[in-house]
């Protein structure tokens, strides 16, 4: 357990579906991530929010739309997606800062059909 | 940006045996962390490394800083230990992780 809780584990979307990743911390952070793991690539950072605002994108497709309602909520949106999209998303948090340490959730095995 | 590299990118054990798996930075970090990801997916904080040395059971990791490297030690590797480890630094001049391409370990019984 680290602290940090995504839901659901897996999902099957269809291209025009909308659906939304969940992920949850515990551990009083004020920052939290989204990364993308897909087959055989290095983890990619996606989104960063800091202190509930969102301080980073990394030319992510607007197909992908993050919402942070406060500091230990933190959504990913979904609508329209491809198939190419079908991947491993990873949330994480940590504190702000140079020298954190982050901890990451149990990720969500996304399917795009 | 900061280039990360781990090596070997597969490491095939037997049960038991000991294994060293490296990670070389180009430039000054402030924040080393190795991950393990198990085959669910979910990455595991193994060590918060960015100098120095430090044990936990069977595993144990040393950053050495000025020369742009961190170690992990696995000894008598049991099946469980099997997945990808991570390594990911935060550059000194930065504030994001940025993860190395993992190396696969299976271990065999």
């Known amino acids: 357990e680290t602290g940090v809780t995504q839901t659901p584990r897996h999902l099957v979307m269809g291209m025009t579906n909308k659906k939304s990743l969940k992920c949850e911390q515990h551990?009083?952070?004020?920052?939290m991530y989204w990364y993308k793991q897909s087959a055989k690539k290095p983890l990619e950072l996606m989104f960063v929010?800091?202190?509930?605002?969102?301080?980073e994108n990394n030319s992510v497709p607007s197909r992908f739309s993050p919402e942070c309602p406060n500091s230990s909520h933190l959504f990913l949106h979904l609508h329209t997606l491809q198939p190419e999209d079908s991947a491993l998303y990873l949330c994480?948090?940590?504190?702000?800062?140079?020298?954190?340490?982050?901890?990451f959730g149990q990720g969500t095995r996304l399917t795009v059909v | 940006g900061i280039q990360v590299e781990q090596s070997p990118p597969d490491l095939i054990l037997q049960e038991g045996a000991n294994s060293t798996l490296r990670c070389n930075f180009s430039?000054?970090?402030?924040?080393l962390q190795w991950f393990h990801q198990n085959p669910w997916g979910q990455l595991i904080n193994l060590f918060y490394?960015?100098?120095g040395t430090k044990q936990n059971g069977r595993l144990s990791a040393t950053t050495v800083a000025t020369e742009r490297y961190s170690l992990l030690y696995i000894s008598s590797s049991q099946t469980t230990d099997s997945g990808v480890y991570f390594c990911?630094?935060?550059?000194?001049?930065?504030?994001?992780?940025?993860f190395g391409e993992g190396t696969q370990l299976t271990v065999n019984p």
């Open positions: 551990l009083g952070h004020n920052a």
């Open positions: 490394i960015p100098s």
């Open positions: 990911a630094v935060v550059e000194t001049s930065g504030s994001r992780l940025t």
């Open positions: 430039d000054s970090v402030n924040n």
């Open positions: 929010y800091s202190l509930e605002e969102r301080v």
């Open positions: 994480a948090s940590s504190q702000e800062g140079r020298a954190y340490e982050a901890f």
